[in-house]
């Protein structure tokens, strides 16, 4: 098992394929692949939605969205054209999963928010775990995916030597354990991606 460190002041930050934002790419696999191209198998990625607008397409790649701050969003999704579309409200810290290949709009609740995004080729398997720990606490997180990250969302924890800031992550590429110390109350995302 490898575990790297990093740190949010290293993701590269590039602009939404629909050119109404930009986002910070956290990691991309294989190296070089680019967004624009879609020749990634997956993509882990944070933005910042600041106002209504359509979410780019991705037609070869299913997606999670998790909002890390903010009141939430409301996505409609039009599966069929010419069928009623379906609504669906995205509360802070619930991890949702839908295609990335239907059409789908994007509102705000009550104001911009922050997000933790999850892109996958289809055919693979993403899971993505809210994990909370008070003060001091220990916890040994198994991996047993072909590639993991832990995204620290609110407080620190420890890991080795370093300590691990809210925005920052650890990746994980092999099986085995890690082990985190809580350095304050803090709130976690585990995401594990198999099959690739």
Known sequence: MTIRYLRSSDYARTPWKNGLGFTDQIAIHPAGADLRRGDFVWRLSSARIERASPFSPFPRHDRVLVILSGAGVRLTHTFEEGDEPEVVEVAPMEPYEFPGDVP???????????????????????????????????????????????????????????????????????????????????????VRLDGV
Not at 128 to 139: K, Q, S
Not at 148 to 157: D, I, L, N, Y
């Open 104 to 190: 789908t709009h994007c509102e705000l609740a009550d104001g911009p928010v922050v997000d933790l995004s999850v892109f996958f080729a289809k055919g693979l398997d993403a899971q993505v775990e809210v994990l909370e720990l008070g003060p001091g606490e220990n916890l040994s997180i198994p991996f047993d995916a072909s590639t993991g990250f832990v995204f620290v969302a609110r407080g620190s924890v420890r890991w080795s030597s370093a300590e691990v800031s809210p925005g920052d992550c650890l990746r994980i590429d092999g099986d085995g354990v890690v082990e985190l110390e809580a350095a304050s109350a803090a709130r976690l995302l585990c």
